[in-house]
């Protein structure tokens, strides 16, 4: 992948990302970009109360990776790392 191109890319996860980062960190928690591999596979990290939230799985794939689809649609899928 191209350097400006994973640049924009980032900072297109990024904005998405700042769309849910509100509801997120009225409930204590927040999420961080870690990286966007060549085969388009995101990877954020889960941080405060959504580090171990049972619920955090339904937040990964029903807010925050459909935040970043409508931003970035060709993202394959979105991965919480440790």
């Known amino acids: 992948m191209d350097k400006s191109y994973k640049k924009e890319l980032i900072n297109r996860v990024n904005s998405a990302i700042e769309t849910v980062r509100p509801y997120l960190k009225a409930d204590g ?19 405060g109360a959504c580090d171990g939230c049972p619920f955090s799985m339904m937040t990964l794939k029903a807010g925050i990776e459909q935040a970043i689809r409508k931003n970035v649609p060709e993202i394959k899928e979105l991965q919480a790392v440790e």
């Open 29 to 47: 928690g927040d999420v961080e970009l870690v990286d966007i591999t060549d085969n388009m596979i995101v990877k954020v990290r889960l941080k």
